[in-house]
């Protein structure tokens, strides 16, 4: 739903889905040099590869996008972004564009 709502609100998105091998995500990010990647948990179980994706993200060392995260897991726990690395939390896709677009002007 985020990449659909960052699309009418006239970013290029590439939207990935789910279970994506972290080595190829990262190989992509190298590659296409986002301004920002979106990373969305449902299941708590799940917050474990989050962190471990934003901290290979982070230490990609020339280039790092900004990373934003949201979905379920993150809005039981508001402050976790924090924790796990990430940049930026949206509650939904409506807050994602607003986070986006704040983004886009750094």
């Known amino acids: 739903m985020v990449a659909d709502f960052l699309e009418m609100d006239g970013w290029d998105v590439l939207y990935l889905g789910a279970n994506v091998p972290e080595e190829e995500l990262i190989k992509l990010v190298k590659k296409i040099k986002p301004k920002l ?18 901290d290979s993200l982070k ?30 939390w949206a509650k939904d896709a409506k807050e994602a564009v607003e986070v986006a677009r704040k983004i886009k002007t750094l």
Not at 60 to 81: E, Q, R, S
């Open 59 to 88: 230490s990609l060392g020339d280039y790092v996008p900004k990373i934003m995260v949201g979905g379920i897991a993150f809005n039981l726990m508001p402050d976790l972004y924090k924790k796990i690395g990430a940049d930026f």
């Open 37 to 54: 990647v979106a990373i969305s948990v449902t299941m708590p179980f799940n917050l474990i590869k989050a962190k471990k994706i934003i």
